[in-house]
C-alpha cells in the first residue's frame, strides 16, 4: 500500500451574490473532505449547507471508531445530515424548505470514497487524465441519460439548476453512491460547487497540475477563473493532492 502525504487547497468565495452559501471542509485527521452548496435563499441555504459541514464530519469520525467500514460510516453521516436539515426546514414558515448538494471523499487504508448528492461535483486528474467521479443529480442530467436531452441542450436548460436528489429531501432518504478509487502518487482530487464547474472546462483541470505545483495556489486559480469568466454564484473548491511522503 502507498503511503501519501496529504496538501490540500481550499477556497470558497461569494463572488457578487449577497451570502456565500457554499461550506467546505479540510479535516486532515479524518481525512475527510467536502463541499456543500446549500439550498433554500439567504439564511436557508447557508443552514443547510452548515448543518451538513458539521455533522457529517462528526458522524463519519464516530462511526469509524466503532467500525472500519467507510461505506457505512459515510451513508450514515449523510442521513443523518439529511434528517437534521429536514428537521430545520420544518421550521421554516411552509415554502421555505432548505437543503444542500454534499460532495465528500474520505481517505480510508489504500482506499478513497466520494460520494455526491446533487451537482457538486468530484474530479480526478491523474497523469493528464481528468474523470469526473459524481453524477450531477439534476433533472437535466437525468433527461441526458435516458436519452431525452442532448448534453448541449442540458447545459441551456432551466433543468439543469432543478436537482432530484440532495440533503433535506423530505420524503425518503435513498442512499448515495460511493465511487471508491486506489489513490496513486500525484493524483489531484477536486472537490467543486457548480459556482466553479460551471465555468471550467476538462482542459482546464488537465493543465491545473504542471502549472500549479501547489495544491493552494491551484485551488485560488481555479475560484478566480470562475469569477473573471462571468461566475455569478458562490464559487468553491477543494483541492487534494497524494504527494510522495
Ligand atoms: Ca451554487
Redesign the pocket.
Known amino acids: 500500500m502507498a503511503d501519501f502525504v496529504l496538501h490540500v487547497g481550499s477556497r470558497s468565495a461569494q463572488g457578487v451574490r449577497p451570502n456565500n452559501?457554499?461550506r467546505f471542509v479540510v479535516d486532515l485527521a479524518t481525512r475527510l473532505f467536502l463541499v456543500a452548496?446549500g439550498m433554500g435563499g439567504q439564511e436557508h441555504g447557508e443552514r443547510a449547507s452548515g448543518l451538513a459541514a458539521d455533522i457529517i464530519p462528526r458522524v463519519v469520525q464516530n462511526e469509524l471508531a466503532a467500525d472500519p467500514n467507510a461505506n457505512n460510516a459515510i451513508q450514515r453521516a449523510l442521513s443523518e445530515a439529511n434528517s437534521a436539515i429536514v428537521e430545520a426546514g420544518r421550521e421554516q414558515p411552509l415554502g421555505r424548505r432548505m437543503g444542500t448538494t454534499a460532495v465528500l471523499a474520505l481517505q480510508n487504508n489504500d482506499r478513497v470514497y466520494v460520494a455526491g448528492l446533487g451537482d457538486s461535483r468530484a474530479y480526478l486528474v491523474r497523469n493528464g487524465q481528468v474523470t469526473q467521479l459524481t453524477v450531477d443529480h439534476s433533472v437535466a442530467q437525468a433527461l441526458v441519460l435516458n436519452g431525452a436531452l442532448t448534453p448541449e441542450e442540458a447545459r441551456c436548460s432551466p433543468l439543469q439548476h432543478m436537482l432530484h436528489r440532495f440533503l433535506g429531501a423530505p420524503d425518503s432518504f435513498e442512499h448515495a453512491d460511493i465511487h471508491p478509487f486506489e489513490p496513486q502518487i500525484g493524483d489531484r482530487l477536486l472537490l467543486a460547487?457548480?459556482?466553479l464547474t460551471n465555468h471550467i472546462t476538462e482542459d482546464d483541470l488537465r493543465e491545473g497540475p504542471q502549472r500549479f505545483p501547489t495544491a493552494q495556489d491551484w485551488a485560488d486559480h481555479l475560484v478566480d477563473l470562475a469569477l473573471r469568466r462571468g461566475s455569478r454564484?458562490?464559487v468553491t473548491c477543494v483541492i487534494i493532492a497524494f504527494d510522495q511522503p
Open positions: 452559501e457554499d452548496d460547487s457548480d459556482g454564484d458562490n
